[in-house]
């Protein structure tokens, strides 16, 4: 589907059913979070998880659902996971990849993933590592596959939970973009998932202007609400 069709489909639906629903969602997504105030357990793509209070549920998160029906694409024999959270895309990952890199800026998601590391048998497979973005990989480290769901909403966080959903003036996906490149091999990809919640305009103009070749390679509609995962590649008069 072409970008800007996307976009339109997007904007068809009523400007104030759009918002209502938006808001209704995220109030009950942050709500069930700040509700829970001791880790529980949940099962996600087969797997079982931990979920400590201030991590995102990705059972609850619909980029986390709609990058579970895109788990096939998940091969890489270097893999990158950028804002881990539970850790679920890493050990989804790790059926099909070789070594996955975790980041996570909160330390609650890194001891998270780590503890689901852990019960799955993976320590040796998957390297969880706290920081922001890419301070906490080597500058000459490559991924054959960048994983990223981001926060989808522009905005500043409150409680903790807010980081997994929301990024003051887009600056973590703006961040991303522009820099992910350096950490890609040559035929390296991204999977990123957004969705109409988020402003698709900008993120659209972020990838053509960061140098991507770009595809939708999954698009499901929830609540009126669409959720797409896009597909990056480096364009060749981009590549060192
Ligand atoms: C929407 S959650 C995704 C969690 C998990 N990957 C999933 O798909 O369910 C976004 C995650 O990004 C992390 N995050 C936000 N800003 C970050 C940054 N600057 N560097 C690294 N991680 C960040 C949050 O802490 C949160 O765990």
Known sequence: MELSVQLQQAQILGYRHFK?????RNRRIRSGHLLRAKAYEVEYGGY?????PGVLD?????GSLIMLECRDLFVGDRVLDMGTGSGNLSILAAVKSGHIVAVDISPVAVECAQMNVRRHGLTERIDVRLGDLFAPLRPDEKFDLALIN???LEGKPRAGIDRAMMDPEYDMLTRFLQNVGKYLTPAGRVLLCFGCVGDLAYLHNLIALCGFACSIRKARVTLGLQFFVYELTILPSQGG
């Open 20 to 24: 209502d629903t938006v808001a209704s």
């Open 48 to 52: 079982a998880l931990t979920i400590l």
């Open 58 to 62: 990705p059972t609850t998160g619909e």
């Open 150 to 152: 981001p926060p989808f």
